[in-house]
């Protein structure tokens, strides 16, 4: 089973601020990586999937890389409705797809 | 709009059977394949089950796998997760959520979830 590292595991920024998460896979996932964002009392939400490619009606500010076993979720200039927990999520070695634990942004 | 819901939970004690179903709306069914996936009070994510299009293939997480069944009927655009011989640790928030027609596996979207309570 393929172990997702996110870090860090919270994030203090302000908004206007440049937001970088990282997640590292415990092998090569190519780039079959997806990012979702999750709010309180609400389901996770679809950022990007395949690394770098945004799901459809997500914000330019939100882009994705990396490839292999590292990779990256920018946010270019943080919104204060983009405060919330990110999850990464692997699908190259499926079953199981496999969850990173979380890196939780809030605000400063 | 593509909609989600899924019902069925509730409290229930340890070694005991729950079925959860979702109904969805808004898109074709029977073109995608379809998921279960768990969030434990406070914790992460983690994937449950799934099942192909037409039903002939589906794939559970070890944790569940014997206890668990993943089916579909499209014919009523719903997906079920019967859920037996229930444990402690089963007690989550239950999303269904629809894969990505270009990958399985890209939950996209996803309800808004049911809880589980597993307790005597």
């Known amino acids: 089973e393929i172990v997702l590292t996110q870090s860090p595991a919270t994030l203090s920024l302000s908004p206007g601020e440049r937001a970088t998460l990282s997640c590292r896979a415990s092998?090569?996932?190519?780039?079959?990586l997806a990012w979702y964002q999750q709010k309180p009392g609400q389901a996770p939400r679809l950022l990007i999937y395949?690394?770098?490619n945004r799901a459809t009606g997500i914000p330019a500010r939100f882009s994705g890389s990396g490839s292999g076993t590292d990779f990256t979720l920018t946010i270019s200039s943080l919104e204060p409705e983009d405060f919330a927990v990110y999850y990464c999520?692997?699908?190259?070695?499926?079953?199981?797809?496999?969850f990173g634990q979380g890196t939780r942004l809030e605000i400063k | 709009e593509v909609q989600l819901v899924e019902s069925g939970g509730g409290l229930v004690q340890p070694g005991r059977s729950l079925r959860l179903s979702c109904e969805t709306s808004?898109?074709?069914?029977?073109?995608?394949?379809m998921n279960w996936v768990r969030q434990a009070p406070g914790k992460g994510l983690e994937w449950v089950a799934n099942?192909?299009?037409?039903?002939?293939?589906?794939y559970y997480v070890d944790s569940v796998k014997g206890r668990f069944t993943i089916s579909r009927d499209n014919a009523k655009n719903s997906l079920y997760l019967q859920m037996n011989n229930l444990r402690a640790e089963d007690t989550a928030v239950y999303y269904c959520?629809?894969?990505?027609?270009?990958?399985?596996?890209?939950?996209?979207?996803w309800g808004q979830g049911n809880l589980v309570t597993v307790s005597s």
């Open positions: 959520a629809r894969g990505m027609i270009i990958a399985a596996n890209w939950f996209d979207p």
């Open positions: 808004g898109f074709t069914f029977s073109n995608y394949w």
């Open positions: 099942i192909k299009q037409d039903g002939s293939e589906t």
């Open positions: 092998q090569s996932v190519s780039s079959y």
């Open positions: 395949d690394a770098s």
């Open positions: 999520q692997q699908r190259s070695n499926w079953p199981p797809a496999t």
